[in-house]
């Protein structure tokens, strides 16, 4: 078979996609990603019992603001990434800008506490299952989200695995925020940082391996 006749022949059985068929998909993904995570602690651990009461200070607001801008961030980056030819530019420097100022924050208030403040500053009453739990609440958005990206075409599939994951673990986060009881800085930027890069080292490996063309 000549090559004009293998190009016409493959042309003939085309259809055209579409218009915004990647955004729409995308905002399902975020969607169910985001529903599945809040219905997960809601089943599984419950709405901290103070939520109403300290939903409108500072420091809660501050404690969801980091993962959420974090989930922005990467939803931005899992666009960019899945799409050939698109670049990250600043973006790629942004990402992880919400992280990097919480540890400035984190440092700023382990410095000015009084020396014997410190350990539960960093430790908390719930670091043994912090990260872990925030990873697992990250898992729907995840999967999710390496389901968008494998309906795409990612020339760079381990990033595009580990945006998902960065993308999953702030979804996963500011929602396990809703039962966490929480909130000094030096304690998030620890264990919420760490359960939120589980799932993007995990994103990379999974995207390396299955989101190749």
Same mark, same amino acid.
């Given at each position: 078979m000549?090559?004009?006749e293998l190009i016409?022949?493959l042309?003939?059985?085309?259809?055209p996609?579409? /218009?915004?068929?990647?955004?729409?998909?995308?905002? $399902?993904? %975020?969607?169910a990603?985001?529903?599945?995570?809040?219905? #997960?602690?809601l089943?599984q *651990?419950g709405?901290?019992?103070d %939520?109403?009461q300290?939903?409108?200070?500072?420091? *809660?607001?501050?404690?969801?603001? +980091?993962?959420l801008?974090?989930a922005?961030?990467?939803?931005?980056?899992?666009f /960019?990434l899945?799409?050939?030819? +698109?670049?990250?530019g600043a973006?790629g420097?942004g990402?992880?800008?919400? $992280?990097?100022?919480?540890?400035? #924050?984190?440092? #700023?208030?382990?410095?000015?506490?009084?020396?014997?403040q410190r350990? =539960?500053l960093?430790w908390?009453? @719930?670091?043994?299952?912090? =990260?872990i739990n925030?990873a697992i609440?990250a898992l729907p +958005?995840?999967?999710?989200?390496l389901?968008?990206l494998r309906?795409?075409a990612p @020339?760079?599939?381990?990033?595009?695995?580990?945006?998902?994951?960065?993308?999953?673990g702030?979804v996963g986060?500011?929602?396990?925020?809703?039962?966490?009881?929480? @909130?000094?800085a030096?304690?998030?930027?620890v264990?919420?940082?760490l359960g939120?890069?589980?799932?993007?080292?995990?994103?990379a490996?999974i995207?390396h391996?299955?989101?190749?063309w």
């Amino acid at each position: 078979m000549k090559t004009d006749e293998l190009i016409g022949l493959l042309a003939a059985d085309t259809a055209p996609v579409p /218009r915004q068929v990647g955004e729409r998909r995308l905002v $399902v993904a %975020l969607g169910a990603g985001v529903l599945l995570g809040v219905a #997960w602690v809601l089943a599984q *651990f419950g709405l901290r019992g103070d %939520l109403a009461q300290v939903a409108g200070t500072a420091p *809660f607001a501050l404690k969801v603001a +980091m993962p959420l801008a974090v989930a922005a961030l990467g939803a931005a980056a899992v666009f /960019r990434l899945g799409h050939p030819g +698109m670049r990250l530019g600043a973006l790629g420097v942004g990402l992880g800008l919400p $992280v990097l100022l919480l540890w400035v #924050w984190a440092v #700023w208030v382990w410095a000015g506490a009084d020396p014997a403040q410190r350990d =539960s500053l960093l430790w908390g009453s @719930t670091w043994r299952v912090c =990260s872990i739990n925030v990873a697992i609440t990250a898992l729907p +958005m995840l999967a999710l989200a390496l389901w968008y990206l494998r309906g795409l075409a990612p @020339t760079r599939p381990a990033w595009a695995g580990a945006a998902a994951g960065w993308l999953a673990g702030g979804v996963g986060a500011a929602a396990y925020a809703l039962h966490c009881p929480e @909130t000094d800085a030096p304690f998030l930027a620890v264990w919420y940082v760490l359960g939120m890069w589980v799932p993007t080292a995990l994103g990379a490996v999974i995207g390396h391996r299955w989101l190749r063309w």
